[in-house]
């Protein structure tokens, strides 16, 4: 069975700490798809990032950073310089490869930027 | 760029009434979806639909749910006999049929059962 684990309930930080937030998954498939999203208080899901099994290679998006490593099934998210904008909850996912395959959300954690 | 949309943003209803949470996916997508994020909880999948009919559901999805692509565009899930423990966010989403696929969500509807 596939499963997303975040450790990670609550994290705090003072603005332009750096964070990581943690996310270990379980899969038997070869090929998969994780995902970051990101909700504010607002409530909708912010799409953030998509990565295939195949492609381990780091990804940097401004303050953003993605840590993909299969061979400890993890797929951390850093942020740099965290400002309060940041402050939502952070959901990592999981996805089959087939088509049509649902997401399967890790239990989120709450960030909070301190000014 | 393409949205998906959800109406209403929040529905209040009494415990035992039906509702309709009604959906617009993006129209060149062929999978859709509905989830469920109790307040404070994690998103939980609920059902997948393709080609007319459910491709997979969750332990969740029971008698009392059902889904429905009437008219080529709105996409419903229905709540027959609602309970209290149906008080949640219900999110609507979306894919194109190609791998890798993006998955567009709605902004949810709220749904209070009182």
């Known amino acids: 069975a596939q499963k997303v684990t975040q450790a990670q309930t609550e994290i705090s930080v003072v603005e332009k700490e750096d964070v990581t937030l943690d996310c270990v998954y379980e899969?038997?498939?070869?090929?998969?798809?994780l995902f970051w999203y990101k909700q504010p208080p607002s409530g909708e899901l912010v799409f953030l990032i998509r990565r295939n099994s195949f492609d381990e290679q780091n990804e940097i998006s401004g303050r953003y950073s993605w840590n993909f490593q299969k061979s400890t099934s993890s797929f951390n998210f850093t942020i740099t310089a965290s400002q309060v904008v940041d402050s939502a909850v952070y959901f990592c996912a999981l996805s089959e490869a087939q088509r049509g395959g649902k997401l399967i959300f890790g239990q989120g954690t709450e960030l909070s930027v301190k000014p | 760029e393409p949205e998906v949309t959800q109406t209403p943003s929040h529905q209040v209803t009494q415990m035992g009434q039906e509702v309709i949470l009604r959906c617009v996916p993006i129209s060149n997508h062929l999978y859709f979806y509905w989830y469920r994020q109790i307040l404070g909880q994690k998103v939980e999948f609920l059902v997948s639909?393709?080609?007319?009919?459910?491709?997979?559901k969750s332990e969740i999805f029971d008698d009392q749910f059902s889904v429905e692509r009437p008219d080529g565009s709105n996409f419903t899930l229905k709540i027959r006999s609602t309970k209290l423990e149906d008080s949640a966010m219900y999110f609507c989403?979306?894919?194109?049929?190609?791998?890798?696929?993006?998955?567009?969500f709605g902004s949810g509807t709220r749904l209070t059962v009182v």
């Open positions: 989403a979306s894919s194109p049929p190609e791998v890798p696929r993006g998955y567009t």
């Open positions: 639909f393709y080609n007319n009919e459910i491709s997979e």
């Open positions: 899969t038997r498939d070869t090929t998969y798809y």
